[in-house]
């Protein structure tokens, strides 16, 4: 009569067999064994069974994936659910959970289990063997992933693009899942902190982030933040992307610092004809039809120098999804060490790989916020996400500024974001003056109405819908022109410095048709 131990023990190798070939055919194509350390996978079950402490060793470095042999994953399942219910885990206490989990007889019985704690004396190495046990699992998902990418790569129908997408995506994706930071401890961060510090006492620029160009602003903020995800939010009309491209352009020509723009909206042609617009102040409409008087002509070729040479970096795909999206910005990073990424806009992105979006769109946009902020983290730049707000604000009475409680598909985006702003005209909505009888026109509100670590104010700035720009409110106390629009009655000012008085400004109006159109006006 046969021994049952042997019978069972007999069984078991045979469904021990049976699943690691089952595991992942593809990984045998090439004749080879998968990378795999079924011994230390034993090893390290049965150091978690005697060790009440072992767990929150290989917590954060394993996962039921990770180990080889099927029946492996199953203990380690019910494992990490006494762990996670705060369950005691011991030999009885993991036979009883894969009893309730219907899984005991796959694993081949109580006798197993024991067997395992067998194995090992102690826990004093399970870290050690757990990474190891990770490293192969990650060496079968390159195999798998490459293998698929082999495949795939000599059919005629594939598409090669979309396979480049594929395999780069796969790849990110396991790095993502499988390499985490570490934490570090206070001593190390607060030396890091100190050396920024000193860095700033004894440089010249007062900001310790990337400029926007507003003085209010900058002073509210101290310049963009590594790691912050800000957004941008506003109605249509508002200037949302007028706005982000002065703030591209400030950081780039003005800072040099070198800016992604990804425009899910508008092709980089039209961006760039807007931005050419802004910075030489000649009517975007005149650009794109290429009616420019000589003096216009001369202006644009004079003043566009500085945008040829400026680190901006802009890429039109629509509809781009997360994945691809983080892809690119790392390519940027590492390739141009790009210090800004503007998004225009967050609720044109798709949150899945096959651009079709899925599901709830509400949670879509969650997943979309909370990659924007963990990829600000990992680049460690500041992201800037233009954002639509609900039609709320048109129906509330008053002044109709926007409200937090606006932010349009998700109160995630709120949550996420470290800095968030609402641009808002007063003009858009009729309303000629302000609270203290100040004239609105060409007038816009930055309202800063979250941000997580500074204080929340309103910066004024000038908005000149002729060139759709803005710029800061103090430029035009030095600046010598500004354009007044009031209906059809158009008037330029000019400012001269008094000769009698240099602290005091004569303001001169003149007709448009008082110059000669050949020549500039100033």
């Known amino acids: 009569m046969a021994d049952p131990i042997e019978n069972i023990k007999r069984r078991v190798e045979y469904q021990n067999k049976k699943s690691s070939i089952s595991a992942d055919a593809s990984l045998l194509e090439f004749g080879k064994l998968p990378p795999q350390a079924k011994e230390l996978e034993e090893a390290v079950l049965g150091a978690l069974m005697i060790e009440k402490n072992a767990m929150d060793e290989v917590a954060e470095i394993l996962k039921e994936e990770s180990f080889y042999v099927e029946a492996h994953q199953y203990i380690f399942r019910a494992i990490k659910q006494l762990f996670v219910n705060q369950n005691p885990i011991d030999m009885l206490t993991v036979v009883e959970r894969l009893k309730q989990n219907g899984d005991l007889e796959k694993v081949g019985g109580p006798y197993m289990i024991a067997q395992l704690t067998n194995k090992v004396a102690s826990a004093a190495n399970v870290e050690y063997h757990s990474r190891i046990i990770a490293q192969k699992y990650v060496q079968r998902m390159l195999i798998s992933t490459s293998s698929d990418v082999i495949k795939e790569a000599y059919e005629d129908t594939t598409d090669v693009f979309e396979l480049l997408d594929k395999a780069e995506t796969n790849i990110m994706n396991i790095s993502e899942n499988n390499i985490k930071k570490s934490s570090e401890d206070i001593a190390s961060i607060i030396k890091k902190e100190l050396d920024e510090i000193n860095i700033r006492m004894h440089s010249d620029e007062h900001l310790n982030g990337v400029r926007s160009g507003f003085t209010g602003l900058d002073a509210l903020t101290g310049g963009w933040q590594k790691s912050d995800l800000i957004i941008v939010a506003a109605r249509p009309g508002m200037g949302k992307t007028a706005f982000t491209l002065a703030l591209a352009r400030n950081s780039a020509v003005d800072a040099k610092k070198g800016v992604a723009i990804f425009s899910l909206e508008m092709s980089s042609g039209q961006l760039v004809q807007r931005m050419i617009s802004m910075e030489t102040e000649i009517s975007s409409d005149k650009i794109r039809r290429g009616n420019l008087e000589q003096y216009e002509l001369m202006q644009l070729t004079s003043k566009i120098d500085g945008l040829k040479d400026a680190p901006i970096f802009i890429d039109d795909t629509p509809s781009i999804n997360i994945f691809e999206l983080r892809s690119k910005c790392r390519k940027l990073k590492q390739k141009h060490d790009i210090q800004l990424i503007i998004i225009d806009y967050l609720q ?169 159109t050949e020549l500039p006006p100033f």
């Open 348 to 516: 044109l992105m798709s949150g899945s790989h096959d651009g079709k979006g899925g599901g709830n769109r509400e949670q879509e946009i969650s997943q979309i916020s909370r990659a924007l902020k963990g990829l600000a983290k990992e680049l460690m730049v500041p992201i800037i996400a233009l954002s639509q707000l609900s039609r709320a604000t048109e129906t509330r009475g008053g002044d109709k500024k926007p409200l937090l409680s606006d932010l349009r598909e998700s109160g995630a985006i709120e949550q996420d974001a470290d800095i968030v702003i609402f641009l808002y005209r007063a003009e858009y909505y009729k309303i000629l003056t302000d609270e203290s009888g100040n004239s609105t026109l060409n007038t816009a509100e930055i309202i800063v109405a979250k941000h997580r670590n500074g204080p929340l104010d309103t910066v004024k700035a000038k908005f000149i819908g002729r060139y759709a720009k803005f710029a800061d409110f103090d430029e035009f106390g030095k600046d010598d022109t500004f354009e007044a629009n009031q209906g059809d009655n158009k008037s330029i000012y000019k400012k001269f410095s008094s000769k009698a008085n240099d602290d005091v400004d004569v303001e001169r109006k003149h007709r448009p048709e008082e110059f000669d």
